[in-house]
C-alpha cells in the first residue's frame, strides 16, 4: 500500500490538511488465530490447570486464553455432570417441584395482642362476650 493512500481527511474543518494514519500494531501472538484442539488436549489442559497456582500464567505459558480454559473446565463438568461427553456448554436443566403450600385450617379465629395478653376469639364466639373480653384487656393498661 502507498503512503498517500494511507491518508485521513477527517480533519477537513481546520484547514491542517490531510493526516498521515498509521496501522495499529496486534500484540500478542494469539491474535488473529483459531485453533482446534482435541478432546484429549483440553482434557489434559484443564488437569494441569487444575495442579497450577497461577492460571494466567499457565495459559500465557501454552498460549491459551483465559477465557477458553475456563470455559472447558465447566464444559468438563457439565459433561460429567451429565454422564456423557459434550462439545460445547449447554444449560441443565433440573424440573423443580415444589410442594403445595400446606392447608392451614381455616377456623375464622382472630387473635388479638393487647398490653402483653393474647386473646384469640373464634368464629363461634359470641359479639358481645368478645366486646367485653377486649375492653376489659383495655381497661388492665
Given at each position: 500500500m502507498e503512503a498517500e493512500s494511507r491518508t485521513s481527511a477527517l480533519d477537513t474543518h481546520t484547514g491542517v490538511g490531510r493526516k498521515q494514519i498509521h496501522r495499529p500494531e496486534v500484540l500478542g501472538s494469539m491474535a488473529g488465530r483459531r485453533r482446534n484442539w482435541t478432546l484429549e488436549q483440553k482434557l489434559a489442559f484443564v488437569g494441569e490447570m487444575a495442579r497450577c497456582d497461577n492460571i494466567t500464567a499457565f495459559a500465557r505459558e501454552h498460549d491459551i486464553r483465559t477465557s477458553l480454559l475456563y470455559t472447558w473446565r465447566r464444559e468438563l463438568r457439565y459433561a460429567l455432570q451429565a454422564g456423557q461427553?459434550?462439545?460445547?456448554?449447554?444449560?441443565?436443566?433440573?424440573?423443580?417441584?415444589?410442594?403445595?403450600?400446606?392447608?392451614?385450617?381455616?377456623?375464622?379465629?382472630?387473635?388479638?395482642?393487647?398490653?402483653?395478653?393474647?386473646?384469640?376469639?373464634?368464629?363461634?364466639?359470641?359479639?358481645?362476650?368478645?366486646?367485653?373480653?377486649?375492653?376489659a384487656l383495655q381497661g388492665q393498661r
Open positions: 461427553p459434550t462439545n460445547h456448554a449447554e444449560p441443565m436443566f433440573v424440573p423443580v417441584v415444589a410442594e403445595p403450600p400446606k392447608a392451614v385450617p381455616d377456623d375464622g379465629a382472630i387473635e388479638i395482642e393487647l398490653g402483653g395478653a393474647v386473646v384469640r376469639i373464634g368464629r363461634a364466639a359470641r359479639a358481645d362476650l368478645a366486646t367485653a373480653v377486649l375492653q
